[in-house]
Each structure stands twice: as structure tokens, then as C-alpha cells.
């Protein structure tokens, strides 16, 4: 039986008519249809339900009711009871002051008015939260009291957004749009996406905060129209907002509430794989990601900005690929505490790494947030999987011991490797210039049979591949770069920094005669040796 099949007649003719004569033409939240609702051509007309809420919820639950008549559903008279009304047998229904009322409007409701939406958002990974929740996810069950896994912690968001309703529909949309206001400007802000989508766990909001968009919208955002009407144009924006790449409109491009349609890698994964959600090749979203892009940048220079991130999101993979291999030779040892993947110290850093650092690193690849890659993802990650290797030695692993023995620069190489020459930005004496690898034999061979090999398994196109090829022909215009080739400053420059070298070092010599009660230790550095 379908959602509020209970509800009367006229309620479904009411919403027939708001559908045809309020949104008609509405694509995405972000539509026009929206911007046209602040003045309809035909209000609908309150029915005396809706009046008698009004006046009722006006004494009792006043801001409640400032939020509806603020709100465009309001100035189309689009009233409590069009989401409200209930039948008798709905799950959630409610004898209230005479009439029967849904308790909790879910998304069902919300698509008798906005079906495409509706269909749009359940082909999307955000409807898909929910299922987490449903045994698949076991952090968020055993690991975690069963109170935090309800709406305390994970849930709040997983079955928040894909909650599963007790008449097996799916979804709540008050999860991003306010209750009652509905406020288009609010929704479009990137705070709202912040709510989910933040933290050492996540790091997408961090990682935008750090990039040049966030520091343009940071300046810029307060003054911007947010009520804009959508569609297939150039949003009015000095900079992208989250809703800019992953819903709103462009041109050649609708608006949408499928947040993965122009997504194509998963990211929140172990491993990064190229997403084939809804069974669509990746490369059909990677062009509809860069329709947004070239509405600022340059068609050479985001496909130049993708190769360089693709590569170094599929770098991830062969950091974590080594470390499940170790468990699983610890496993076979009985070196872990448990077969269970998150109980033992070796697998809470395993988690840590592709869970909370390795998503910070490729989150940042992807919203280009420099700082938060290096501080809070890869930094962190490579200490991490240090560490990781230094216990599976003290468990005995062969190949841990001899790594943790090494005394030499090349042991950091102990996964394959990524790479490209030249510089994104643009030419750079600098870019290249002197690196301990590039200096090695057969490093460039090794790189181009990777990322051939990558490309052999559809990882990255037959256009990135061939882009590489080129750009692989100009390195040697980076490489190995000498005082000749630098701007006049450079010798200053250098003078003020073995300056710089030159106080620390005398800093660090210095005995202070004031020395601790406990002196071995601190008299050590100044043993002569």
C-alpha cells in the first residue's frame, strides 16, 4: 500500500494543483520554479485546517509558525495541512484537535510535490545512509554502544538522511532544508553540508575551508544572491559552493539531487575505486564535474588539475594495499589479538589510516585544500603506517624487521609510486628541482609502468593517459635546475636561511648554568664525543 494512502481526495487534488500551477518547470531545489514562488501567479487559498493551526501553533509554538510564513510555500499558501494530513492507519498518525496529522513528513510526502527531486535524491548515495545502519557497516554496530549508534553519534546522519520508515519509504529532506522555512539561501550555504561532511573522519569541510574557493567565499559569500533562480546557467558565484559542483545547475548541465552524478571516485572507502553508482561509467561524471569547473577555469587546466589528483587519490590504494597484506601476515602468525578488524592496536591505526587521515588526504586531493593534505592527511598517514610497520616487527614479520633495520632514504619507497612531470600551476624552475628521487635510476620507467598499468584497468582514460605522455616529455625542462637558472634573490635567500641554521645550531649549544636536578639527561647533548 502506498505512503498516506488514507489521506482524502481533495488533499490529493490540492497537491495536483501546486504541482502544476506553483513549481511547474522546477529543476532541483536550486530551480526557478523556487525563485517563482516568492510571487505566484495563482495562490492555492488556505483551507480552515491550515487556519486553525496557524492560530493554534501562532500562540503555542510561534517561531514554528514565522519560519512557515517566511518560507515560499507560504506566499504560494501552501498550508500545514498539504504535508501534514494523515490517514487514519499511517504510522505516524495523530488525533490532534480533531484532525488527523502525520507526526513526522518524510520524503514520500515531500515528492507528491517534488517528484523529481525525490527521484533523484534515492538514486544518490545519500539516500544509501541509511543501509549502513542495516549490518553492513559494522563500525557503526559493534564497535560503538547501541545509544550512539541510534541518533547520538553516526546515525544522526546515516539513517538521518536514508532513514528507513516504518511504511518502507526512504529519506528526509529536513535533513538539509529546514523545517517550516524551507529557505533556499540556507540550503545552498556549504554550513549545511558542513554538518555531515566535517571532521578528522571526513575532512571535506576542512579541506574546502583551506582552498581558494573557501577563502573567496569566506570574503566574498555574505554579499552573494543566494536566492538566484537556476537552471542551465553560469551560477552568479565569485567562487563554488558544495551545492555549485555536486548539484546546482550549469550550462549543459541540469540541477540535480543525486549528489553522486558528477562524483567518480568513492572516497570514503579502504581502497578508492571509480564509482559506477547507478551503473554509470565514471568518465560521463567526471564530464559533468567539469562543466562546473570551466565555468572559472580554463578547459587544459582542470583536466591538467584531475590527472594530478586521480593519481594521487589511486596513490592511496598501494599505501593501505601493503598494511591489509601485513595483517593478514600477522593474522596467519597469531600475532593479533583477534580476527576482528577493530579491536587489536596493529587494526585501530589500520583504521585510522584509511578511515580518518587517508580520507582527510583524498578529500583534500579533491576540494584542494593543500595544508589539510599535508597537516591532517598524508603527514600524519605516513607516520601512522610507520608505526605500523614497527609493530608488525616486534611481532616477528620478516619483512617488517628488515624494513625497521634499513638505514637508508630508499626504505620510504616501499609501495608503488605516482607521478607526473611538470608543474600544474604553470612553468617552474622549481618544481623539480633537485629531488632525492628523480636522481634515482629507472624512477621515471617505474612511474610510467604504473600508471600505464592503471590505465590498462580503466582507472584513468585513454585522454589522461595520452595527457601524460605529453606532459612526461616536458620534465626534463624542470628537472635539475641550478643557481643559472633562478631568480637574482635566490643567493640572498639562501645566505638568510644557512643564517637561520647558523642560530639554531648556536642555540643548541649553549649550557645554561642553571642546570636541572636531574642532569644525566639533559648534560647528554654536550658529551664530547
Same mark, same amino acid.
Given at each position: 500500500m502506498s505512503h498516506r494512502s488514507e489521506k482524502s481526495q481533495w488533499i490529493s487534488l490540492m497537491v495536483l494543483f501546486v504541482m502544476v500551477s506553483v513549481f511547474l518547470g522546477m529543476s532541483g531545489s536550486f530551480s526557478s !520554479?523556487? !525563485?517563482? !514562488? %516568492?510571487k505566484p501567479s495563482k495562490k492555492i487559498g488556505l483551507t480552515k485546517a491550515d487556519k486553525d493551526c496557524i492560530e493554534c501553533h501562532g500562540e503555542n509554538n510561534p517561531g514554528m509558525v514565522r519560519q512557515w510564513k517566511n518560507s515560499m510555500h507560504s506566499k504560494a499558501e501552501v498550508g500545514c495541512m498539504s504535508c501534514h494530513k494523515a490517514g487514519e492507519k499511517d504510522y505516524d498518525a495523530m488525533d490532534h484537535n480533531g484532525y488527523t496529522v502525520a507526526q513526522t513528513p518524510n520524503a514520500a510526502d515531500c515528492a507528491k510535490c517534488h517528484p523529481k527531486q525525490n527521484e533523484e535524491f534515492l538514486k544518490s548515495r545519500h539516500a544509501i545512509l541509511g543501509t549502513h545502519g542495516q549490518g553492513l557497516d559494522p563500525n557503526m554496530n559493534w564497535r560503538k554502544p547501541p545509544i550512539y549508534g541510534k541518533t547520538m553519534g553516526c546515525s544522526s546522519c546515516h539513517a538521518g538522511m536514508g532513514n528507513y520508515w516504518p511504511d518502507k519509504t526512504l529519506g528526509d529532506c529536513t535533513q538539509c532544508h529546514n523545517k517550516h522555512d524551507f529557505s533556499l539561501e540556507q540550503v545552498r550555504k556549504p554550513e549545511t553540508c558542513k554538518r555531515c561532511h566535517e571532521g578528522m573522519d571526513h575532512g571535506n569541510w576542512e579541506s574546502y575551508q583551506n582552498s581558494k574557493h573557501g577563502l573567496v567565499y569566506f570574503d566574498k559569500g555574505s554579499k552573494w544572491n543566494w536566492n538566484y533562480a537556476s537552471g542551465e546557467k553560469v551560477v552568479p558565484f565569485d567562487a563554488p559552493v558544495c551545492a555549485t559542483c555536486h548539484m546546482s545547475g550549469a550550462p549543459g548541465l541540469k540541477a540535480t539531487h543525486n549528489v553522486s552524478e558528477r562524483s567518480s571516485w568513492r572516497l570514503a572507502s579502504p581502497i578508492s575505486f571509480r564509482?559506477?553508482?547507478?551503473?554509470?561509467?565514471?568518465?560521463?561524471?567526471?564530464? %559533468?564535474?567539469?562543466?562546473?569547473?570551466?565555468?572559472?577555469?580554463?578547459?587544459?587546466?582542470?583536466?591538467r588539475l584531475f590527472l594530478a589528483t586521480d593519481l594521487?587519490?589511486?596513490?592511496?590504494?598501494?599505501?593501505?594495499?601493503?598494511? !591489509?597484506k601485513l595483517r593478514g601476515s600477522m593474522n596467519e602468525k597469531g600475532a593479533l589479538t583477534s580476527e576482528n578488524d577493530d579491536d587489536d592496536p596493529f587494526d585501530i591505526i589500520l583504521r585510522e589510516v584509511w578511515h580518518d587521515t587517508g580520507r582527510v588526504y583524498r578529500a583534500s586531493l579533491m576540494h584542494f585544500g593543500p595544508n589539510k593534505n599535508e597537516a591532517y592527511g598524508y603527514s600524519p598517514m605516513t607516520y601512522q603506517t610507520y608505526e605500523l610497520i614497527e609493530m608488525a616487527a616486534e611481532k616477528g614479520i620478516p619483512e617488517a624487521e628488515k624494513w625497521a633495520h634499513e638505514n637508508s632514504k630508499d626504505k620510504v619507497w616501499f609501495f608503488p609510486w605516482f607521478d607526473y612531470g611538470g608543474s600544474i600551476w604553470g612553468k617552474s624552475n622549481i618544481a623539480l628541482t633537485n629531488n632525492y628521487w628523480y636522481k634515482k635510476p629507472g624512477y621515471w620507467e617505474s612511474v610510467r609502468k604504473n600508471v600505464e598499468f592503471i590505465y590498462s584497468k580503466g582507472i584513468i582514460s585513454k585522454e589522461q593517459w595520452e595527457m601524460w605522455n605529453e606532459w612526461d616529455k616536458t620534465k626534463d625542462e624542470y628537472v635539475n635546475k641550478t643557481a643559472k637558472d633562478f631568480p637574482p634573490q635566490h643567493d640572498d635567500y639562501v645566505r638568510q636561511i644557512q643564517g637561520a641554521k647558523d642560530q639554531q645550531a648556536e642555540i643548541m649549544g649553549w649550557q645554561l648554568p642553571g642546570s636541572p636536578m636531574f642532569k644525566d639527561l639533559w648534560e647528554m647533548g654536550y658529551k664530547k664525543k
Open positions: !520554479a523556487h !525563485a517563482d !514562488a %516568492r564509482s559506477k553508482w547507478n551503473d554509470e561509467n565514471w568518465q560521463v561524471k567526471r564530464e %559533468r564535474m567539469e562543466k562546473v569547473c570551466v565555468q572559472c577555469h580554463a578547459e587544459s587546466f582542470t583536466k594521487g587519490v589511486y596513490q592511496f590504494n598501494e599505501v593501505f594495499k601493503v598494511f !591489509a
